[in-house]
């Protein structure tokens, strides 16, 4: 009789606690994750009201209490590279986080040049087998979007292996790469990408509605929700016929309309994908974006758009103006107005803290996606080396500064000219030359010291040069250190022509 009652007495014991077990952490905070070195790191999860919270990590224990909602959050002191550790957190039941190292954590964002995965890129079997770095942590947040910001995200931290880069984000993988074999330290990459996203979905709805030349993406999206239950029939409609057809007569299957709940809705991603990566500290962010918002309608607009992002973004974080490294697109045959989109990005240069990946030079004018993601990510970090973390190298392709005009041709200046400029395969081409009448005639190009002179036996009176100025452009103009010069014009006139002489 005893034993028979002394077994469910010691089970009840065993169980109550767990019963009361509300202390939980957010998916980022997880087992083989990377703490950002060097600054306060945020722990934070939920727990019963009031209840009372203890994390030991390292050599330091810190506590804090629920509010009223449940929500708790504490700081740990900043902390030197290096791991692995276990971190404990202890209030009414015990959460140990296993495998956790300190380094450097970088955010990967944007649409699919950013999604595009290691095992997609160029010699993928060679770069997975290559893949084994334990002290690279990977975390890919899950596709989702949102009405309103969200507290959490869908992912898992993961050792970099072959297994594990070969799904991940190449330019993230790269970019991480290299700064781990350059620095030395863990490095956590968080990839959260999704294709074919424009950056107003990356962006908060409080920053678009506070900037009424961004409205136009607001407005826009307000028709679409209008015109939605109308298209949605006409989508069920078309998609009935489709399916009776026969399987060899089948045109392309017709494509869903947008709507509530789609990834192209201002905020959506920011909401879902990006708030909840918030309170995690990071060191910065690298971008890879621009392709769907390179319409005629939106280039222009997008250095209003992409500025306001980034503040959004550095605000959101309240780490001050972190850095944000980011890709201008690539050189593809497209019908888009990619030469402004590229003076968009270019741009936002002006905002402290950023940094240009040129990789007009290694796209593919067939393929919106090329698959040279090494020089993209190793692009990317050369400007944290030398920005970031203080390397003293050449870090960035020529950018224009200015022009002057010296009779018949027009002497152009630049800033990353290295040791020098060259032109890596054979005489300079690219660059156009107008006089007053804003008609562009090919011209000739030449390397002067750190300058390059342009003329045009075609224009006696220039006024303005552009430079790879199309969507797939001719271009040769490099420094010492092999790096593109980015696109450029020293005009801003609009309905110039282009000579076919």
Known sequence: MFRRVLLPVCLLAFLAPLASATVTLPKLISDHMVFQCDMPVRVWGSAAPGESVRVRFRDQTVRAQADDQGRWELFLQPMDAGGPNDMRVEGNNRLVVRDILVG????????????????????????????????????????????????DVTGVWKRCSPESAGVFSAVGYFFGRRLHQELNVPVGIIQSAWGGTPAEAWTSREKLRADPALWFYLNRWDRVLAEWPAA??????????????????????????????????????????????????????????????????????????????????????????FPFLFVQLANYQTGGDWPTLRESQTEALALRNTGMAVTVDIGDPEDIHPRNKQDAGKRLALWALAGTYGRKIVHSGPLYRQMTTEGDRIRLWFDHTGAGLKAWDGALRGFLIAGPDHVFHPAEAAIDGATVVVSSRLVEEPKAVRYAWDDDPPNNLRNSADLPASPFRTDDWTGAILSRE
């Open 232 to 321: 949605r029939i006409r989508y069920e409609r078309d998609l009935a016929a489709w399916k009776r057809l026969p399987e060899a007569d089948r045109p392309p299957e017709p494509r869903a309309p947008r709507g509530p709940g789609h990834q192209h809705a201002p905020a959506a991603l920011y909401n879902a994908m990006v708030a909840p990566l918030t309170p995690y500290g990071i060191r910065g962010a690298i971008w890879y974006q621009g392709e769907s918002n390179a319409g005629a309608d939106q280039a222009r607009l997008y250095r209003r758009l992409f500025r306001t992002m980034i503040e959004d973004w550095r605000s959101r974080w309240g780490q001050g103006p």
């Open 104 to 151: 450097e954590v970088w955010i990967a964002s944007g649409q699919s040049n950013m999604r595009w995965r290691v095992d997609q890129s160029n010699d993928a079997d060679a770069e997975i087998a290559a893949a084994k770095y334990p002290r690279i942590r990977l975390f890919q947040v899950e596709l989702d979007t949102a009405g309103e910001p969200r507290a």
